[in-house]
């Protein structure tokens, strides 16, 4: 059974930074991957990025340059670190675990395409930035 749990959320003045933790258990590192989605206050989810399968990380353009993606060596620990954080960052941030193949697939415009394909998800931290 693959558990995902968030912690690092808080509050930040904006051009803050803050980082994220999403620890991880119960799944195959060859043929999962991981990765971060936000929902920000009356909007839908939307994708921040994940790790593809050549070990290389993907970002929506909303926070390429600001956020880093990156993982503890045993691959038990998934970060987000949020740099030059903005007010619109603001949101509840989940990590997601999915096949290697789902992220890809069936994510277009940062939304999920088929909700089916993304059956693990955290519990969510929020991040306020003011």
């Known amino acids: 059974q693959v558990q995902l749990v968030e912690s690092g959320g808080g509050s930040v003045q904006a051009g803050g930074s803050l980082r994220l933790s999403c620890a991880a258990s119960?799944?195959?590192?060859?043929?999962?991957?991981m990765g971060w989605f936000r929902q920000g206050p009356g909007k839908e989810r939307e994708w921040v990025g994940h790790f593809d399968s050549d070990g290389a990380v993907s970002y929506t353009d909303l926070v390429k340059g600001r956020f880093t993606i990156s993982k503890h060596s045993a691959k038990t620990v998934l970060y987000l670190q949020m740099d030059s954080l903005k007010p619109e960052d603001t949101a509840m941030y989940y990590c997601a675990n999915s096949r290697v193949g789902a992220w890809p697939k069936f994510i277009r415009g940062g939304r999920i395409l088929k909700s089916a394909e993304f059956p693990y998800w955290g519990q969510g931290t929020q991040v306020t930035v003011s």
């Open positions: 119960g799944y195959r590192y060859s043929a999962n991957s």
